[in-house]
């Protein structure tokens, strides 16, 4: 399901373990009537995790939803294009933005043996969106450009926010 970028959780392994157990045990022949029936306990499911050293992380960004194989076939197209234009390293440029959190505090910390808890913090998501821009011959090099704030938030995406009517 990872290879299929398919995030899985523990009711769908444990569902999975159960549907296998009961494809098992009907194939093989009966030995007893009261038979108890397999759960796939909170239990068995920590211990499956540290056999098979399964661990949960988070998703993150974009990563999860790339689409790999346009990816692939993108060099080979982009460079007919190139080709067909007649287009120099110096027409081609490539711009992309990154994100940067000027306050964000680290989210784990070291804490002594016999503390059991640590006081919480409120994260600080104060952020400035870079843009960096450059040609392929590497001859011009743009400034990197700064936004602050979004004129056009994406939690306002569809809305027209000039719009006085209420």
Not at 132 to 161: E, H, T, W
């Amino acid at each position: 399901m990872n290879q299929k970028r398919i995030p899985i959780d523990t009711n769908i392994i444990t569902n999975k373990a159960v549907k296998i157990y009961e494809k098992i045990d009907n194939q093989l022949p009966s030995t007893s009537a009261n038979k108890v029936p397999f759960i796939a306990s909170h239990g068995w499911f920590e211990k499956f995790k540290k056999r098979h050293s399964l661990r949960n992380l988070k998703l993150k960004g974009e990563q999860a939803t790339a689409d790999t194989d346009a990816a692939r076939q993108y060099p080979q197209k982009f460079a007919e294009i190139i080709a067909a234009k007649s287009y120099t390293p110096d027409q081609v440029f490539n711009a992309d933005e990154s994100g940067l959190y000027w306050k964000k505090m680290p989210e784990k910390t070291f804490i002594a043996k016999h503390s059991k808890s640590v006081p919480g913090h409120k994260t600080a998501k104060d952020r400035i969106t870079i843009l960096f821009c450059s040609n392929a011959s590497g001859d011009y090099i743009m400034k990197p450009l700064v936004i602050n704030k979004s004129k056009q938030p994406r939690s306002f995406k569809g809305i027209n926010i000039n719009d006085t009517r209420k």
